[in-house]
């Protein structure tokens, strides 16, 4: 007998767990180029990638994708998505695996401090309190009494800030912009941004630096692409916890690779900043169903 199909909740849940590793390998390719190539050349690289990754769509609708009646948006989305990754990528090659991760998820707290004043929506007590509680994971995390904070953990706040434009410009462009159209401006802008900057410095690199660069490259807009897929089989509330997984494995990874060892107060921040960002993202969803059901 031929065995039963699984169920669009076990295929989405798969897709975003492959999502999450590709996510952390991605991290680990820069993370093992360490200084020897400049953020630069790595934000080329990336944007080369991206780039790539749309020509099937360019290919298949031609310049119809280009049409947009909201350029400037695709271009302020492009440029969010330029900074972001530029201190994305120098976070990682500053800070520990475990600790850069937990700091990326800051940006569910920035999205909610910005949703009112962006886009009008009403920010109530329970996901202010819970944006509260993770910053404060972010103060346990930077260590701020008697010491100053280290540059790379600012960089990747800002990072999550620039994250938060990402997705507060993502959902106005998704009321009325195909996804392979968001796709391709994000690959022209990145590209046209970051080209400028990196020739100054660009190098041929090492085979090894090669092969780095590359898998890089291939792992950001694979993992993207099977995020976003995975959201078509099942509710944003199943699958968002999943994304914490990162987590682990960049734990993981950087035991095993790095030979990093997270220390208590990095635990303890992380612990606060995970259960904030899970609050907030279950609390926007149960809103966004009651919204539905009165619509």
Known sequence: MPSPARSPILNAAALSL???FLFVAETVFVKLLGDAVPVTTIMLVRSTGQLLWVVPALARRGP????????L?????GLFSLISWALYYWSF?????ATATVLSFTSVMFVTALAGPVLGEVVRWRRWSATIIGFA????IARPVGASVDPAVLAALVSALFGAGIVLTTKRLSNTERTDTIMVYIGLVTFSGSLPVALPWLTAPEPWQAGW???????????????ISSFRLADATVLAPLSYIRLVFATAAGILLFDERPDGWTAAGAALI?????????????LARARAGRE
């Open 73 to 77: 948006l695709h271009l302020a989305r």
């Open 137 to 140: 994971g972010v103060a346990v």
């Open 64 to 71: 119809r994708v280009l049409h947009t009646a909201r350029l």
């Open 18 to 20: 492959a999502a999450a």
């Open 93 to 97: 090659q500053h800070l520990d695996l």
């Open 274 to 286: 995970v259960a904030s960002a899970l609050y907030i993202t279950q609390r926007e969803a149960a």
């Open 213 to 227: 660069l590359l898998l890089m490259a291939l792992a950001g807009p694979a993992g993207m692409q099977l995020w």
